[in-house]
């Protein structure tokens, strides 16, 4: 058996009066959205990269860029179904995704497991199988004055 590990990273500024979606859903409650080409899901975009990176397959810009019309506006949650796809036409299983968020507004932990309900059927594993983890900035750097916001993934893989 073949067993790799894959790191993702993605980072957006956050904007007044754009909608929030994080981990495949949306946040209304929070004050600012971020910006992006597509939904600019920081999550989903992070564990596409582990995923993908895992594999030795580039990074989810390569694959989905924002240069490219098609994805503009398109709900993240089709990238990571598309990269779980290309995944399983090499041959590889995921095993588990570990995510960390780093965001001051709004709190993540009252909507952890509605977003392991969405993200967990996209990859085929079961919610046990994704992690997801929330901390602020504590009011430091560009995340802690609330300009942006960011989310790290690890992702196993195996054949």
Request: hydrophobic fraction near 40%.
């Amino acid at each position: 058996m073949k067993i790799r590990v894959g790191m993702g990273f993605d980072v957006h500024v956050l904007e007044e009066g754009r909608p929030f979606f994080l981990g495949g859903i949306q946040l209304t409650e929070a004050k600012k959205g971020a910006v992006g080409h597509s939904d600019a899901d920081v999550l989903i975009h992070a564990i596409c990269d582990a995923l993908l990176g895992a594999a030795n397959m580039r990074d989810i810009g390569f694959h989905f860029s924002n240069k490219d019309e098609r994805w503009k506006g398109k709900d993240s949650k089709f990238f990571l179904k598309e990269v779980t796809r290309m995944l399983h036409e090499q041959g590889w299983k995921i095993g588990n995704v570990d995510c960390t968020i780093t965001l001051e507004n709004p709190k993540i932990n009252p909507h952890i497991d509605a977003m392991k309900k969405v993200l967990a059927p996209l990859m085929n594993i079961s919610e046990e199988e994704v992690s997801i983890k929330a901390t602020t900035n504590e009011k430091l750097g560009y995340v802690g004055r609330e300009e942006g916001m960011n989310a790290y993934a690890v992702a196993l893989i195996s054949k």
